[in-house]
């Protein structure tokens, strides 16, 4: 079965700087796919991001970025710039390549400080 | 272009009572999910529709829970009786197919 593990609970950034999300997962698929969500206290799951795994490059979104290390099975998120706006949970999932569920982890909290 | 909606925002019961939760996909999405979201935790995965038909229902307690999406559009999930472990955020997804997820904001449930 696939697992998905977020290992931070909380983290915080200040206004303007950087922070990294870590993200690692457990498959024996080669198919999948793999997103950040971001949650904010009205509960709408938003698309963050989103990897291919058959992809090399990591994808980009403006300030959001990832590190996806496919041998060690590890998928993290870079917020740059980070804005007040940003503060949320952010959770980690999973998808195969031919299943449409998500698999999800147990999120990380996003404080941002002005 | 309107997105997944979803009522009621908010259900406050008491246990062995009945509850229902309604979700209206995004236009032409035929697949949709309904998620449960325990306090502190990711969503799980209760049942995935495509068109009328439950396509995985592995996760649904089906001793109490029920869905149904008719016509292939709207969807209910019912619960009953409902019990106290079953306070959880509901959120109803829909997709093209197996394409990109979107959310509605999902019915808080808290059971007395």
């Known amino acids: 079965a696939q697992t998905v593990t977020q290992s931070q609970p909380e983290m915080s950034v200040q206004e303007a700087e950087t922070v990294t999300l870590s993200c690692t997962y457990d498959t024996s698929e080669s198919d999948y796919y793999l997103f950040w969500y971001k949650q904010p206290p009205s509960r709408q799951m938003i698309l963050v991001i989103r990897?291919?795994?058959?992809?090399?490059q990591n994808a980009t979104e403006n300030r959001f970025s990832v590190n996806f290390q496919k041998a060690a099975k590890s998928f993290s998120l870079k917020i740059s710039d980070s804005q007040l706006g940003d503060a949320a949970m952010y959770f980690c999932a999973y998808r195969g390549g031919s299943q449409g569920n998500l698999i999800f982890g147990k999120g990380t909290k996003l404080s941002v400080k002005p | 272009e309107a997105g997944v909606v979803q009522s009621p925002r908010y259900k406050i019961i008491e246990k062995k009572q009945p509850v229902a939760f309604w979700c209206n996909p995004i236009?032409?999405?035929?697949?949709l999910y309904w998620y449960r979201q325990n306090l502190g935790q990711g969503p799980e995965l209760l049942i995935r529709y495509e068109n009328e038909e439950a396509v995985d229902d592995s996760q649904l307690p089906k001793d109490r829970f029920s869905a149904e999406r008719l016509k292939g559009v709207d969807s209910t999930l019912k619960i009953q009786p409902a019990e106290l472990g079953d306070s959880a955020v509901y959120l109803c997804a829909s997709s093209l197919d197996i394409g990109e997820q979107y959310f509605g904001p999902g019915t808080r449930l808290t059971v007395t």
């Open positions: 990897q291919e795994a058959y992809k090399q």
């Open positions: 236009s032409g999405h035929n697949t």
